[in-house]
């Protein structure tokens, strides 16, 4: 089969090495083998290659790897324990990163990890969706105390806005949930967009979200802040911002934890238990290092096929759309890693396999 694999970590797009003679996997027990009509790239695939949670990763995969971790195709062969799928289903996907991934023609995937793909969807469209709609359901539903949960009433910010997970946030709050005040932030060319297909309430210029720092009126700040941007270099200073956004007891969400930052710097053994000690006293840290009670927690990515058939029928009662920017072809995946890098993007990055 053609695939993508990457021979090493490293900044250099060169690592990343085109094929054509890779072996079909085989299915068994509960995967099912889907032929990929088209794939994606996440942030994730970007800081993976150069590697950011290799610590992780290596623990069942060496490389070469592929990367990848989202899809949209057609099941081909399957599984003997496999009983709600069968061949020919057209299905969608999102699988862990320490699983071989989707840049490629054909992937095994567990079959509790897919649904059928949206029928009013593309497969173009459907590979832009599962893997930042997982990541942004769990940070929506599962994360917060039972006395925090989100009603229409609570006042919400999502920094980073026209991100994938972003995007999917503000769908869900202001078209699903009817949120009545929904802020975010990004880049001033995505505002009208964004109002446009979000229908979110206020967008802010992520360069001055710092517009909170001096702002002493509690009643005017946020109840719950997403924050889908880390910051890059600047996450010391993005945090606080966040931090300055939100009222006095307030819950802060965030998708870059120390786990993997202290596994991959000081090994599993080590580094984890560091991450653990650190991702729970963080609540504890805000309060000595901003005198402020703010409640911050973590959520990742978890692979659910139920949570993507619920998803699945948002997209078809319209009441969600994708977002998609610019599409290569597989044998095009230097440009397409280039293009995500180097461009202002405006939505997601496709990669299609022309058969």
């Avoid at 990929?36 to 290659?49: A, Q």
């Avoid at 057209?90 to 989707?102: D, E, L």
């Avoid at 079959?111 to 173009?124: A, R, Y």
């Avoid at 993507?308 to 009441?319: A, R, V």
């Amino acid at each position: 089969m053609k695939g993508v694999l990457l021979n090493g970590y490293g900044e250099s797009l060169d690592l990343l090495e085109y094929k054509t003679d890779l072996p079909v996997p085989k299915p068994t027990k509960s995967q099912v083998l889907i032929k990929i009509h088209s794939t994606s790239i996440n942030p994730l695939d970007n800081v993976m290659r150069k590697g950011y949670a290799s610590s992780i990763v290596d623990l069942k995969l060496k490389l070469p790897i592929i990367l990848g971790r989202e899809c949209s195709g057609e099941i081909v062969e399957v599984g003997d324990s496999v009983w709600d799928y069968e061949i020919g289903d057209q299905v969608w996907s999102a699988s862990p990163p320490f699983s071989m991934g989707s840049h490629c023609e054909y992937v095994l995937v567990d079959e509790s990890e897919i649904s059928l793909k949206p029928k009013n969807l593309s497969h173009q469209q459907s590979a832009s969706i599962p893997f930042a709609s997982l990541t942004a359901w769990n940070s929506i539903y599962n994360i917060l105390p039972s006395n925090k949960k989100i009603t229409t009433n609570t006042k919400i910010l999502v920094n980073g806005g026209n991100g994938g997970v972003g995007f999917f946030i503000l769908q869900i709050l202001k078209k699903h949930l009817n949120v009545n005040h929904v802020s975010t932030t990004c880049n001033v060319n995505h505002f009208e967009k964004l109002k446009k297909l979000t229908n979110v309430n206020e967008t802010i210029d992520y360069n001055q979200l710092n517009l909170f720092s001096n702002d002493n009126n509690n009643n005017e700040k946020f109840d719950l802040v997403f924050n889908c941007y880390d910051g890059g270099k600047n996450q010391i200073e993005n945090e606080k911002k966040c931090i300055d956004a939100l009222k006095d007891g307030g819950n802060l969400i965030g998708f870059n934890g120390p786990l993997v930052k202290f596994s991959d710097r000081d090994g599993i053994l080590s580094g984890l238990p560091i991450g653990m000690m650190n991702q729970l006293n963080s609540s504890d840290r805000i309060k000595k290092q901003y005198s402020k009670n703010v409640q911050l927690d973590y959520a990742i990515f978890s692979p659910s096929g139920s949570t993507l058939k619920q998803i699945s029928k948002l997209y078809e009662k319209n009441i969600l759309i994708p977002n998609i920017d610019k599409q290569f072809n597989l044998n095009e995946i230097k440009e397409a890693y280039n293009c995500f890098e180097n461009s202002n993007s405006n939505g997601k990055i496709i990669i299609n396999n022309n058969f």
